[in-house]
C-alpha cells in the first residue's frame, strides 16, 4: 500500500467514524423519547390497569432481580437470568397477589432458531400468565424444543419476580442444564 | 485481473464499508425500536461481516495477492473503532471485539482466498465474481457451527 492509498483507506476509517458518531448524536433525543414511550407502553401491556410506574431500589438477596417498578396495579420486575449463550434479560409483570400478567424477553444471545424463538413464541411465554409463585420446567411448563435451558433460565426469572411480591423463598442457584 | 488499487487498499475500503453499514442499521435501529434485540457479536456474526468484506472486495477489486499481517491490523482497527463509534459497546467491549474480530476476519480470509485460489486456477475462474460468493455463504454456514462463542 502506497503513501496515497493509505491515506485514503484511513481518510475512508476516519469518516465512518463521523458519520457513526454524527448519525448516534443526531438520533440520541429521539432515542430517548421512544425509549420512554416504549417502556411505559410495554410496562401498561405486562401490567394491565398499571399507569404510573416508579422506580424501586432492591435490596433483597435474590441475585436474579436487577430492577423493579411499582405501579397501582403491582409490579414489573426484571431479571437476568444465564440462559445458554448467555444472559436473558427479561420483565414480568406481577400483581398485588402475585399472580404473572405478563412476560417479555427484553435482550438475549440464545441460539437461532432454538432458545432465540423464546423472543416471540407465545404459546411458551403464555403459559406462565397466571401463575404463582413457583414456575418450572416439566412442572406444568413445557419448554421450547431444543432449547431446554433458555426455557429454565426464562422459568426462574418469572419465579423470580413472583416470588418478589408473594415474599417466597427462590433459589439463585445457576440454571441446571441437562432435560 | 488488472487492479487499480492495491489488495490491501481495497479490502480496507471493503472492511470499513461493511461495517459502516451494519454499524448504521444498529444505531437507527436502536434509536427507532428501542426494543429490538439486535443479534449478538459472537462468532457467526463476525464472520459474516467478515465475509462480505472479503467477498465485496473480490467482486469489485478482484482477487489478489494477500498481506496476512497487514489485513489482520486493518481488521482489528476496524473493527475496534467502528464498534465504539456505535456508542452500544464500552471500551473493554471494542477492545474485546477488535481481538475477536481480527482473529475470525483473518481465519475467514485464509480460507477465503485459499478456496478463491483452487478456483481461480480452474474452469471457475472465469466466474470469479460468483464463485467468492458462493464461498463466502458456504464459510458463514461452517461459522455457525460456532453460535453463542463470542464477547
Redesign the interface.
Known amino acids: 500500500m502506497n503513501r496515497k492509498e493509505l491515506a485514503w483507506s484511513a481518510g475512508a476509517l476516519v469518516l465512518a467514524c463521523l458519520v457513526l458518531v454524527l448519525t448516534r448524536t443526531a438520533m440520541a433525543s429521539t432515542a430517548e423519547r421512544r425509549a420512554a414511550q416504549e417502556q411505559q407502553a410495554m410496562m401498561e401491556t405486562l401490567l394491565p390497569g398499571g399507569v404510573t410506574f416508579t422506580p424501586e431500589t432492591y435490596d433483597g438477596e435474590d441475585e436474579n432481580i436487577t430492577a423493579i417498578w411499582k405501579s397501582e396495579t403491582g409490579y414489573v420486575v426484571e431479571t437476568v437470568v444465564d440462559g445458554y449463550a448467555g444472559p436473558i434479560r427479561q420483565w414480568t409483570g406481577v400483581d398485588e397477589s402475585g399472580s404473572v400478567t405478563g412476560l417479555v424477553v427484553r435482550d438475549m444471545e440464545e441460539t437461532l432458531g432454538l432458545g432465540r424463538e423464546a423472543l416471540t413464541d407465545v404459546s411458551f411465554l403464555g403459559q406462565f400468565v397466571g401463575t404463582r409463585g413457583q414456575a418450572a420446567v416439566g412442572e406444568g411448563v413445557d419448554a421450547i424444543t431444543g432449547a431446554t435451558v433458555t426455557s429454565k433460565a426464562i422459568a426462574k426469572g418469572v419465579s423470580s419476580a413472583a416470588a418478589y411480591v408473594t415474599g417466597a423463598d427462590v433459589s439463585t442457584s445457576a440454571t441446571e442444564w441437562g432435560g | 485481473m488488472k487492479r487499480e ?2 489488495p ?2 481495497a479490502l ?2 471493503s472492511l ?2 461493511v ?2 453499514i451494519a ?2 442499521g444498529a ?2 435501529a ?6 429490538v ?1 439486535l ?2 457479536m ?1 462468532v457467526p456474526m463476525l464472520a459474516a461481516l467478515s465475509l462480505i468484506a472479503l467477498a465485496l472486495e473480490t467482486v469489485v477489486f478482484g482477487h489478489g495477492s494477500r498481506e496476512w499481517v ?1 489485513s489482520l491490523a ?1 481488521a482489528v ?2 473493527f475496534g ?2 464498534s465504539l ?3 452500544r459497546v464500552s471500551a473493554s467491549e471494542a477492545v474485546r471485539a477488535a481481538a475477536l474480530g481480527g482473529v475470525v476476519f483473518l481465519c475467514c480470509e485464509v480460507l477465503f482466498h485459499s478456496i478463491l485460489d483452487r478456483l481461480s486456477s480452474g474452469s471457475a475462474g472465469k466466474h470469479l465474481k460468483s464463485a467468492a460468493v458462493v464461498t463466502a455463504v458456504l464459510l458463514w454456514l461452517a461459522s455457525q457451527s460456532m ?2 462463542m ?1 464477547l
Open positions: 488499487i492495491s490491501l487498499c480496507s475500503l470499513t464499508a461495517l459502516l454499524g448504521l444505531v437507527i436502536g434509536a427507532l425500536v428501542p426494543n434485540v443479534p449478538a459472537d497487514a486493518v482497527v476496524d473503532l467502528l463509534c456505535t456508542g453460535a453463542g463470542g
